[in-house]
């Protein structure tokens, strides 16, 4: 545990420095892995991490060369940590990608896999012939498959020290898809290192000491840092949850912050709502979170009712609405944090929606308008500018426009994919001041804080007016009882000629005898009174239906790509 949260930082320059100061100064400490999500303990020591990641990488450094890269395909458990060293520690670069579950189509994980351009697999023997019809299609089966969890690799003697720098390759982190194709961010040593040392670096005075408790599924970025990385570089003890074990009995997550003591924790907003809606009374007798000081949540929009409603539910259990720390940040670069001292964090907004749809930020009376809640704060060495995406013109503080980043925790680019790149990463103000990274979300500044307001991709726009996707998902969800919270899709159609709205919605768990007739008139209803705005389809679908990326993010564009090829089978009678 940490003695001294104000000591320096660490004199780490990549990913292998991290895992060899973690074995050197706290050799016994480790990962702690709840395999049921409850009692069932693995301990995986740093000492023992960092001689099976030397072991494999011994393996693979007798067939491959260093700057390859290897895909790394595994399910839950912490096989995947030692894969991930031992590939950094061989001098690879990892490609971290998520296997397909049984019955799903297999034609995203290929083009990944083969727009990655891996020279090795790496996986366990029990994965292995579940994956040989991948492997079949994508390589013509001709890609080398290491098993990391095989008893032949070398003796971790004989692995060779790489000559790694802060600049080389460590990662291609496939974006979450949310909005278009996944592509591989290109992530260095160092850049990884910064995200991990800014971190640190504006929760040095929180008390962070003891346990983290984290269940995100590694396979993202945002879960392998906040259940490994991170932890590691701030010297505290993670607790490592199966992320299948939570989303089947979210209580398991606080009660495991209720065992261990734990003073951080992280999740999207989706994850509050699932403790809101599916824990039962009951099962939080003997919860404490009073040792809760970090609660950090992003990823995806953050709704003011989820966590209003979360800690004045948790409260009696010891958890403090000051524990929530929002954040911004998208695999290309991390940008915002809120970290300050402040018993109202975090920071939320009234604005008016119609002048919000013109592009306006006018504050409205708390119970009207749509409430916002803000980001943080820019990071230190980070710059974020709100911008019209057309003129390329800084915004007026009052009006919202594309977030723009630049900084040295800024990616390098997108792999093998120059046009994107430059159209991305290599963005210019119309007077020429850049580089600038475009996130592609719409935002805006009020004091320091950074407010979203949707994605630019996921406008709707009908009739010549802009309506935000989220927004109206938040309207019509409320159309009806049944609707499930923050499960929902909206996108637009082009029927004869015109953009029409369509409407997907999750229902409750346990819903039976529902009256989709009902359900549909009171969203239409309700989105006509709202918005004035006909709704061409609301479809009404089981809890769990809409395509999300693996860190909980509606999937809008794919939804509408499966609407659309659904009504194109309805009209050709298949």
Not at 28 to 48: F, K, M, N, P, T
Not at 78 to 89: H, I, K, P, Q
Not at 379 to 386: A, F, H, N, R, T
């Amino acid at each position: 545990m940490p003695t001294d949260q104000r000591s320096a930082p660490p004199p780490w320059v990549t990913l292998v420095d991290l895992l060899e100061g973690c074995a050197q100064a706290t050799p016994d400490q480790g990962l702690i892995y709840l395999a049921d999500g409850e009692h069932q303990e693995v301990r995986l020591s740093y000492r023992a991490l960092q001689q099976q990641a030397k072991a494999l990488a011994a393996t693979l450094q007798q067939r491959f060369q260093p700057g390859d890269r290897a895909v790394l395909l595994f399910g839950e458990g912490l096989d995947l940590v030692t894969a991930f060293f031992g590939t950094l520690y061989a001098g690879m670069a990892v490609v971290l990608l998520t296997p397909p579950r049984p019955g799903q189509p297999v034609d995203d994980l290929t083009s990944l896999m083969t727009d990655a351009q891996p020279s090795v697999l790496l996986t366990t023997a029990g994965l292995h012939p579940f994956l040989q019809p991948l492997l079949a299609a994508a390589f013509n089966s001709a890609l080398p498959v290491v098993t990391t969890d095989a008893a032949d690799h070398p003796d971790p003697s004989q692995w060779q020290s790489p000559a790694l720098a802060s600049e080389d390759l460590a990662a291609l982190l496939y974006t979450s898809g949310s909005t278009s194709q996944p592509r591989g961010v290109k992530m260095t040593h160092g850049q990884l290192m910064l995200r991990l040392r800014g971190l640190a670096d504006i929760l040095r005075d929180v008390d962070t000491a003891g346990f983290s408790v984290n269940w995100l599924p590694m396979q993202h970025l945002s879960g392998l840092f906040g259940s490994v990385l991170q932890p590691m570089y701030m010297n505290v003890q993670p607790v490592v949850l199966p992320a299948s074990k939570v989303i089947a009995k979210p209580v398991r997550w606080l009660e495991a912050m209720t065992r261990f003591g734990a003073a951080s924790s992280g999740a999207p907003n989706f994850a509050f709502q699932m403790c809101l809606d599916r824990i039962r009374p009951e099962e939080c007798q003997d919860l404490d979170l009073s040792r809760w000081n970090i609660a950090i949540t992003g990823a995806e929009m953050v709704r003011s009712e989820t966590l209003e409603q979360f800690a004045h539910t948790y409260a009696p259990f010891g958890f403090r609405r000051q524990a929530y720390h929002t954040t911004y940040g998208l695999s290309e670069a991390q940008a915002t944090f809120d970290i300050r001292d402040n018993a109202n964090r975090p920071s939320t907004l009234h604005i008016d929606t119609d002048a919000l749809e013109q592009g306006q930020v006018i504050e409205v009376g708390a119970g009207n308008g749509r409430v916002l809640v803000g980001c943080g704060q820019t990071l230190p060495g980070q710059e974020v500018i709100i911008v019209d995406a057309e003129t390329r013109q800084l915004m007026p503080p009052t009006h919202v426009g594309e977030i723009w980043i630049r900084g040295p925790q800024v990616a390098d680019g997108y792999w093998q994919q120059p046009e994107a790149t430059q159209q991305t990463f290599q963005a210019h103000l119309s007077d020429g001041t850049g580089p600038y990274l475009r996130s592609g979300d719409m935002g805006f500044f009020h004091g320091q804080d950074l407010y979203i307001t949707g994605r630019l991709k996921e406008m709707v726009i009908i009739r010549g007016k802009n309506f935000y996707a989220v927004d109206l998902e938040l309207a019509a969800e409320k159309a009806h009882p049944a609707l499930l919270p923050a499960s929902s899709a909206a996108f637009s159609i082009p029927v004869n000629g015109e953009e029409q709205l369509v409407l997907i919605h999750e229902v409750r768990a346990g819903q039976t005898n529902m009256d989709v007739g009902k359900i549909s008139s009171a969203v239409r209803r309700l989105i006509g009174e709202h918005y004035a705005l006909p709704v061409h389809s609301v479809v009404v679908v089981e809890a769990g239906s809409i395509p999300r990326t693996g860190s909980g993010k509606i999937r809008r564009a794919h939804a509408r790509t499966l609407f659309l090829a659904e009504l194109e089978g309805a009209a050709s009678g298949e």
